[in-house]
């Protein structure tokens, strides 16, 4: 089992730019999640899905856009790159029950300059 | 809202105990959990509380208090390795509110 897959590991995009990051995983969680962590934060949560075609807004979601269209990925887009969006990004996984032990994915380095 | 407070250092020695505390304010509260994360690395779970008490998993043990909103991860014979940041969480309807966390320095 690869657990929670991210793609890419690195990134540097011009502001303006748009990229999507993958997040993929392969332990038929119900729940996926999207969070960024910046210096010296815990985790925000940017979007999350409760399941296949379902999304909700987290606590820090502009700029961001996601999709999940199948039970094992939810995609993270960014529209036009902000230097304000320079974080590390993880995806994580859970199941319905045990929303408190989520599996992170190993993360998303992006840099907007 | 929610929120969360936890020490942003600690600093200890091999072998010995070291405890980080965590108090939160939050609205529909389900219960807290523990992470670690090493540098560059990615959090994972150590421990969950959603009653009161002591909940031990080896070396680690988690305690809560629902009435003081506040709870706390206990390290015991302190290795090297638990060198890392440490993130308590509040579970909150289908989700998780991570603290700013807690960086554990352990020194030989």
């Known amino acids: 089992n690869a657990g929670v897959t991210q793609t890419p590991k690195f990134r540097v995009l011009k502001t303006g730019q748009s990229m999507t990051l993958l997040c993929a995983q392969d332990m038929n969680h119900e729940y996926m999640y999207w969070y960024r962590q910046d210096p010296g934060m815990g985790l925000r949560l940017i979007h999350y899905?409760?399941?296949?075609?379902?999304?909700a807004k987290g606590e820090v979601p502009d700029g961001y856009n996601v999709s999940r269209l199948k039970k094992q990925n939810f995609l993270l887009g960014l529209e036009s790159a902000a230097p304000s969006q320079t974080s590390v990004y993880f995806c994580a996984s859970s199941y319905p029950a045990s929303t408190y032990e989520q599996y992170f994915g190993p993360g998303t380095r992006l840099t907007v300059t | 809202g929610q929120s969360l407070e936890q020490p942003s250092e600690v600093t200890a020695v091999e072998g010995a105990i070291v405890q980080i505390n965590c108090t939160y304010q939050t609205s529909g509260f389900y219960g807290l959990s523990w992470y670690q994360q090493h540098d560059g690395g990615a959090p994972t779970f150590l421990s969950y509380n959603a009653l009161d008490g002591l909940e031990e998993t080896g070396r680690f043990s988690s305690f809560l208090s629902r009435s003081d909103s506040y709870g706390y991860l206990l390290l015991q014979e302190l290795q090297m390795k638990d060198s890392a940041s440490y993130f308590c969480?509040?579970?909150?309807?289908?989700?998780?509110?991570f603290g700013t966390g807690t960086r554990l320095l352990v020194s030989p």
């Open positions: 899905s409760v399941g296949e075609g379902t999304t």
């Open positions: 969480a509040v579970i909150s309807f289908q989700k998780l509110v």
